[in-house]
């Protein structure tokens, strides 16, 4: 009787050691598969935070190009107002001259007329 009592108790002893182990050996699983998930996790985390990285320094270079771009246009636009206010000033210094001319002109005919009396005055005296 004692030994079939000794054996249950080591059959028991054995069984409770194998649920033992068993549960043993699914924390251990678990706690890997948690520890893969999480590594996981984090790896997704770190390819997102890159990705927008990479969109913000993106969208960092295009507002930084549309800048240069307004401002090559403001100077273009600038270059062709003083252009344009150089060819102005050309215009009515041309015009200018001209009428300084034409006043000359004038001048020189009005001279040339009262010599011309003059000279009939003293024709006449003569």
Do not use: L
């Not at 924390?27 to 997704?44: A, I």
């Not at 403001?74 to 210094?93: G, L, S, V």
């Not at 009428?99 to 011309?116: A, D, G, I, L």
């Amino acid at each position: 009787m004692g030994w079939d009592g000794d054996g249950r108790i080591k059959e028991e002893e054995e069984e409770e050691e194998e649920e033992e182990e068993e549960e043993e050996e699914e924390v251990e699983e678990e706690e890997k598969e948690e520890k893969e998930e999480e590594e996981e996790e984090e790896k997704e985390e770190k390819e997102e935070e890159e990705e927008e990285e990479e969109e913000e320094k993106e969208e960092k270079e295009k507002e930084e190009e549309e800048q240069e771009k307004e401002e090559e246009e403001e100077e273009e636009e600038e270059e062709e107002e003083e252009e344009e206010k150089e060819e102005k000033e050309e215009e009515e210094e041309e015009k200018e001259e001209e009428e300084e001319e034409e006043e000359e002109k004038e001048e020189n005919e009005e001279e040339e007329e009262e010599e011309e009396e003059e000279e009939e005055e003293k024709e006449k005296e003569d």
